[in-house]
């Protein structure tokens, strides 16, 4: 009985190191005009919801510089954009309603 709940714990430990192979869920926060944080790295297979949560109202959009992803032209204040990475590489895009608001998105 020790023994298997020592087998057990060990089990769980290596599956919880393991949690690294699992996609994560990240956000990305659009407000005043900037995009929060302006560049984030994440893993391929990841999601990265870019989330509307201007509180001076605005409305914003993600485009890719390279068309990898975008989201529809103009979105508002508590709607989202969900992308579920697919390839690697290094994204800038941008809100193209406002110029210099612009992000980078790393995909290793
Ligand atoms: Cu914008």
Do not use: R, W
């Amino acid at each position: 009985m020790k023994f298997l709940t020592s087998s057990l714990l060990a089990v769980m430990a290596v599956v919880s190191v393991g949690g690294t192979a699992f996609a994560k869920d990240y956000t990305v926060k659009m407000d005043k005009m900037k995009f929060i944080p302006a560049t984030l790295t994440v893993s391929k297979g990841d999601t990265v919801t870019f989330v509307n949560s201007d509180t001076t109202k605005q409305p914003h959009n993600v485009m890719a510089k390279d068309n990898s992803f975008k989201s529809k032209p103009v979105f508002m204040t508590g709607e989202k954009f969900v992308y579920k990475t697919t390839k690697a590489g290094k994204f800038d895009y941008a809100c193209t309603i406002h110029p210099g608001m612009n992000g980078t998105l790393i995909v290793k």
